[in-house]
């Protein structure tokens, strides 16, 4: 029975977020990140808040109850049989959308061979899972999607179940973490997902002579962010507009940049259960003992404690600024006394060229090619300095954490990278090429060595908060403005 809007108000509005990732059960990169804290923060600030996300291979063990053995869902003449699992934790329900045949895989997104060839089934069946949920588990008023694997829900919403009561006064939130993903899909696969062919215009879905996902959401949604101030200036551009920027603009009144946050329950040197020690500003002691951990866990002589460590936790994508790592690192060696470590994994001539790297300079550079939550701590508290030389970035997490774990920071100015750290907290240079990251890099290593100095510096990276209760706040606030009765 659906929950009357009028009834409900002035309560906060009730909000469901869909994505493909949340963690700890589904991760690749920060999305996850952020859909596991910001729906406990907006629980926090009042708003009943559930989750949606396809139940993959490795949320199986997940503590979560099967409350829907069977929910039919329409799709492109098809009907997929999908089960709900559910679990409540820390004052948000997570549901756990099961089709074993579609979700049950070792992969998010693909395996050694590629993307999915069915990828456009699985989240257009996550979002019409969604839809279904609410509509008879979890009424909601805002439904916010996450990334191009949830930009079909608001032309479900809008297209086809306008008129349906259930939703009349719902409204849809989409936003983008990474312009650089659209969910391109050919013309031909409309039918699969039940897009019938009148949405394929180019004012609509139709992406260059395919159907974009991404850009479905952009136009049907009421209103859409990103995670940046100055990535939704950047997305406007044709620079970082990936083909967007020409509907972003025409959409600039209804996008805002809200700032991502950090769950410091989780990325806190005083209390991390990764670390070999533990540190805060006033007692930096243990910071030194990360550091020689460190150094052994990646095989890297004891002699580089006195020198400057550079570290890197990333995923291996175009997008984060290897080409000029790869252009600057044998200068970097040949000449300076530093030192780097490296976690990350992806795409194989970035795999590849990290192997390379280490292979040349064995004592200089540690190196862990694979996905490891822990290391990606210790990095952290390990390390001296922390490199994000992005080609763009919407937000970026990682330098953030990097502040709290007193590891400064040397960023280009880009998108959140530009938000978040400033000349009090870290190193940015605005161009990218090769020569200003290694002055930049450069210039760091020299402050390095100023150790009264340096330690003021990163007391004040590990004193800023961006704790997510300030960024709930600005979604709270946008919710708000977007629905019409709750209060
Ligand atoms: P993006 O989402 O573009 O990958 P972010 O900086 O927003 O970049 O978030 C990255 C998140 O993924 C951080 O939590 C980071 O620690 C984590 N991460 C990235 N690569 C790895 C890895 N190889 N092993 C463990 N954690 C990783
Ligand atoms: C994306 C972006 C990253 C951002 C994250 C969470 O993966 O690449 O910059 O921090 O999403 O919003």
Redesign the pocket.
């Known amino acids: 029975m659906p929950v009357s809007r009028f009834t409900q108000a002035p309560t906060p509005p009730r909000i469901m977020m869909v994505s493909s990732e949340a963690s700890p059960w589904a991760k690749t990169?920060?999305?996850a990140d952020?859909l596991e804290a910001l729906p406990k923060a907006l629980a926090q600030a009042g708003h009943a808040v559930c989750v949606v996300i396809p139940r993959y291979m490795h949320g199986f063990d997940a503590p979560s109850e099967r409350i829907v053995d069977s929910m039919p869902i329409a799709l492109g003449g098809a009907i997929y049989d999908v089960a709900i699992y559910r679990l409540i934790t820390d004052g948000v329900t997570i549901f756990h959308v099961d089709h074993a045949g579609l979700y049950g895989r070792n992969g998010l997104y693909g395996d050694h061979f590629g993307d999915f060839g069915d990828n456009h089934i699985r989240y257009a069946l996550l979002c019409k899972a969604a839809l279904e949920i609410s509509r008879t588990l979890f009424p909601v008023d805002i439904y916010h999607c996450h990334d191009w694997q949830s930009g079909l829900l608001p032309v479900y919403l809008r297209a086809f179940d306008a008129a349906d009561p259930s939703f009349l006064a719902a409204r849809t939130v989409m936003t983008i973490?990474?312009l650089g993903y659209q969910g391109i899909f050919p013309r031909e696969k409309m039918d699969d997902v039940s897009l019938p062919p009148w949405l394929y215009r180019p004012d609509l879905i139709e992406f260059w002579g395919d159907i974009s996902f991404l850009k479905a959401g952009l136009v049907y949604a009421d209103a859409l962010t990103t995670?940046s101030r100055r990535y939704a200036l950047e997305i406007q551009t044709p620079e970082h507009g990936f083909g967007l920027d020409g509907l972003l603009r025409a959409r600039s009144a209804s996008l805002t940049g809200i700032v991502?946050g950090v769950d410091y329950s989780r990325w806190n040197p005083e209390t991390d259960r990764a670390l070999p020690a533990h540190y805060s500003a006033d007692s930096l002691g243990g910071k030194t003992e990360c550091k020689r951990e460190l150094l052994r866990e990646l095989g890297l002589p004891d002699v580089a404690l006195d020198r400057p460590l550079l570290s890197i936790v990333s995923r291996f994508a175009y997008?984060k600024g290897f080409d000029l790592i790869a252009g600057i690192a044998h200068t970097l060696f040949q000449e300076d006394d530093v030192y780097l470590a490296v976690l990350g994994n992806g795409e194989q001539k970035y795999e590849e060229y990290f192997k390379h790297l280490r292979a040349s300079f064995p004592d200089r550079v540690g190196l862990r090619i694979g996905y490891d939550d822990a290391l990606a701590h210790r990095i952290e508290a390990g390390g001296d300095i922390f490199l994000m030389p992005s080609r763009y970035?919407?937000?970026?997490?990682n330098q953030i954490y990097s502040l709290r774990y007193g590891t400064v920071p040397v960023v280009r100015a880009t998108g959140?990278l530009d938000d978040t750290i400033d000349a009090e907290t870290g190193f940015k240079f605005a161009d990218y090429n090769g020569r200003e990251l290694l002055e930049t890099i450069r210039l760091a290593c020299r402050a390095w060595h100023d150790r009264a100095a340096w330690t003021r510096m990163m007391q004040r990276g590990m004193a800023k908060d961006f704790s997510w209760a300030g960024a709930a706040a600005e979604y709270s606030a946008l919710y708000r403005n977007l629905h019409p009765f709750a209060g």
């Open positions: 990169g920060g999305l952020v973490h990474n995670v991502n997008q970035e919407p937000c970026g997490l959140g």
